[in-house]
């Protein structure tokens, strides 16, 4: 339960649908509490008005509720016969049950409708929660994992804020009345009536710790059953290719087979549980039939066949109630094993963080790498060591090396997705831990190694986050040379391209990515190896552009191979994080038995890396 605390913050958002809701609980139930008393009251009147019904006048008047007293009141003083006195407690019965329905229309307008809000809010929070985790985060956990989080367990959270509150609250107010007028009744009859009632408690206690257990292993064994599916759906045509349909099938068969084995666990626990509560209400109808009846024929206690009947009532409200605690502690406890899950991603806090009070920024270009190192987190693979670049405003940059070199962890600072193990990242002489993160990215056009599309239309990937209109994105959609492809398509810009780009080719996959950096126009541009996918003549053109776009802007190009059309101001060549050559073309190419001279040679040649 001490999990369940996260969600307080939300009951006191909504404290007056909250409270509205529990007034109309148990108005609903004051209301239908009444009803018993007349039915007692015209059980009484008919034996006293009907001659030979064997009825024992009473010695002490019922204790009933002040509104019952004024209704008996009112009728006992009308002179009406019985048949009249009938027609009129059953009249005054159907309008209390009108009321409480409603109350209870009330009731589920409240608390149902807070809950939906609830977990509304809650849903925000946990995807706005997700955005600001950094990426050593999402290397961790996988993606399976956070949409069945975000899903199947904030619903579960749902039915506690909604259902489970709401029966729980009504079960307060039904046991509360009920036993308050029963004993009011009769104290001793109550007691007998009640005895089965603390068996049940003890009952609750064990089989909640259970049932608790039993959810956390359902919610851990559907994430390993999300996440299968999720990766089976992504990496389709990867499985046809390389005909593994039926080793993917035995994957999901055997986290599907571990699920059923715990959700049939914890049915056989529910399966038990909740009849055995309505055995337990089943006895102490009895009880109060069996005990009630012998007080009735000795003459003992005060007790009429009206008093029987008041109390048969009680039980029979009581019944649902008491048994919906089976449902209502297993709801809970689901409800407490999901948001444990929820709150180990809630308090996971970020690495990257927003200073505290963060460096207004306005990017010119000039940036310096200063005695930087870095280990990836999750790994503990060094890719940068002691690190030292220095480029200025306006210079084009290509980095070179081969793979794992620490070219695109460079890319990663830049923008601030890690932050160095030591050494700093100024830009413009301002350390970026100290700037706007914000304001930082937002300023930054980079163009990822992975290309990922979102499955929108054209348009909207190439201006995603970027306001502009038609011509904004066409202009760079022709400085990416994809323009000519995407007129040709049925829709043009309006296509949707599907999951990830999956209707795209990987060569115009790229270009867009590479649209969606130009369309920003900011002073400082990555490109991470951008342009693998693209053949020879595309690439030149590409080029072409980017040499005219590229003109007053500090431009860095990760990359295997040499771009021969564009002028680099500062080539530089990485190997296991250390720059091992640093120059102009000219220069590098001089040098005998060099890296980039041999990468170079071998590019002219036609043998590639």
């Known amino acids: 339960m001490k999990h369940l605390k996260a969600v307080n913050k939300y009951f006191w958002k909504y404290r007056y649908r909250l409270g509205a809701g529990i007034l109309f609980v148990f108005l609903s139930n004051y209301f239908n509490v009444l009803v018993p008393q007349i039915t007692g009251f015209v059980i009484d009147f008919v034996q006293r008005s009907l001659p030979g019904s064997g009825y024992k006048p009473r010695t002490v008047q ?63 929070e946990v995807f706005n929660h997700y955005q600001l985790l950094d990426t050593a985060f999402y290397k961790k956990n996988s993606t399976g994992d956070m949409m069945n989080r975000i899903s199947e367990d904030i619903s579960r959270v749902r039915m506690f804020t909604g259902p489970a509150l709401m029966y729980l609250v009504n079960l307060v107010a039904v046991i509360s009345l009920t036993v308050f007028f029963m004993y009011k009744r009769d104290s001793l009859l109550t007691l007998y009536v009640l005895a089965p ?57 055997k986290n599907s087979e571990e699920y059923r084995k715990n959700a049939i666990g914890l049915a056989k626990v529910e399966a038990i549980y909740f009849p055995s509560i309505t055995l337990l209400i089943g006895l102490s109808t ?49 409800a407490a094993a999901s948001q444990k899950r929820l709150n180990e991603f809630l308090e996971t806090e970020p690495t990257i963080r927003p200073p505290a009070k963060p460096t207004p920024v306005t990017i010119k270009g000039d940036i310096t790498f200063d005695h930087v190192a870095f280990v990836y987190p999750d790994t503990g693979i060094e890719a940068l060591r002691d690190f030292n670049l220095t480029i200025r405003k306006g210079e084009k940059v290509a980095i070179v090396g081969r793979t794992g070199s620490g070219k695109t962890t460079i890319a990663q600072l830049l923008l601030r997705m890690y932050d160095p193990t030591s050494g700093r990242v100024v830009i413009d002489g301002n350390d970026i831990r100290q700037a706007d993160l914000r304001s930082l990215r937002e300023q930054i056009s980079y163009v990822p190694q992975d290309v990922f599309l979102f499955s929108e239309t054209i348009e909207n990937n190439i201006r995603f986050g970027w306001p502009g209109t038609r011509d904004t994105v066409k202009s760079a959609a022709r400085q990416a040379v994809v323009d000519r492809e995407i007129e040709r398509l049925p829709l043009h810009y309006d296509t949707q391209i599907g999951e990830r780009g999956v209707a795209l080719s990987g060569g115009q996959k790229q270009r867009i990515s590479i649209a969606r950096a130009l369309i920003k126009s900011p002073s400082l541009v990555i490109f991470d190896d951008c342009l693998s996918a693209v053949d020879a ?42 720059i091992i050559e640093q120059g102009t073309h000219r220069e590098l190419v001089a040098i005998p038995g060099g890296y980039y001279a041999g990468l170079f040679a071998r590019q002219q040649s036609g043998l590639g890396n």
């Open 286 to 334: 009895l009880f109060t039939i069996m005990i009630g009846g012998l007080y009735y024929i000795r003459g003992q206690h005060n007790v009429g066949i009206d008093t029987i009947v008041e109390f048969v009532m009680y039980i029979n409200m009581l019944t649902f109630p008491v048994s919906a605690i089976g449902l209502t502690a297993s709801m809970i406890q689901r």
């Open 537 to 578: 003549k595309t690439e030149k053109e590409i080029i072409t552009h980017l040499n005219e776009y590229l003109v007053d802007k500090t431009a860095i190009i990760i990359t295997h191979r040499m771009f021969s059309l564009l002028n680099f101001d500062k080539i530089v060549v990485l190997e296991d994080g250390v």
């Open 62 to 124: 019922p204790d009933y509720d002040s509104l019952v007293d004024k209704f008996i009141g009112w009728v006992g003083s009308s002179n009406y016969g019985w048949e009249k006195v009938v027609a009129i407690c059953g009249m005054t019965i159907l309008a209390l049950a009108l009321l409480r329905g409603v109350f209870l229309f009330l009731m589920r307008q409240t608390m149902i409708v807070m809950s939906r809000h609830i977990e509304f809010d809650q849903k925000n």
């Open 197 to 253: 009632l603390p068996i049940l408690a003890v009952a609750i206690y064990f089989v909640n710790d259970m049932i608790n257990k039993r959810s956390e292993r359902i919610q851990a064994s559907l994430s390993d059953l999300t996440t299968n599916a999720q990766e089976s759906y992504s990496g389709i045509r990867v499985i046809k290719s390389f005909v593994q349909e039926k080793a993917m099938l035995g994957f999901f068969e």
